[in-house]
């Protein structure tokens, strides 16, 4: 039987070769970029118990790193994360900065449409995969394709990087 090709083949190569949180999230950024398209990518873990937040992987290490844990902050959008488990999309600049403090660095970045996706594993939020790109790129339609082509593979990452762990 001859082995398919393309963004899923490879993603199935990878994350079956994966043996750090590292492999598995890059699986995960590379056909996240071949699928739905991404300049900035980036995985939030989510410890709720702790209240805490932490970058575990990004494509851009220089703008940010993965260094350190935030706050977790019980606003409109963790709600729609934890509780809606429904995808957060911000299609322009002005959206992005009532969401994210950080929207001077993001948009500096050439990035003003954000979708962010739940990892909910145990019935718990445990994780947002975070797609950026430039301004008007997202859509409602991009968000419902996110949502449909990767949240089996968000979840298979984030397993192999909790196996990591163990």
Known sequence: MTKTSGPVAAFDDAIGRARTAEDAYRAL???????VGVKLFTVM?????????????????????????????RDEWFGQMEEGRQPYLA??????KEQFPDHELIASLGCGSVINLPVILGDRLIATINLLDAEGIYSEEHARRTEAELSVPAKLACLVALQEKA
């Not at 940010?64 to 706050?71: A, D, Q, R």
């Open 91 to 96: 299609t322009s600049i002005p959206a992005v």
């Open 45 to 73: 873990t989510i410890d709720i118990e702790a209240g805490l937040a932490r970058r575990a992987y990004t494509n851009d290490p220089e703008a940010y790193p993965t260094s350190g844990t935030k706050p977790i902050r």
């Open 29 to 35: 950024y590379e056909l996240t970029r071949d699928t």
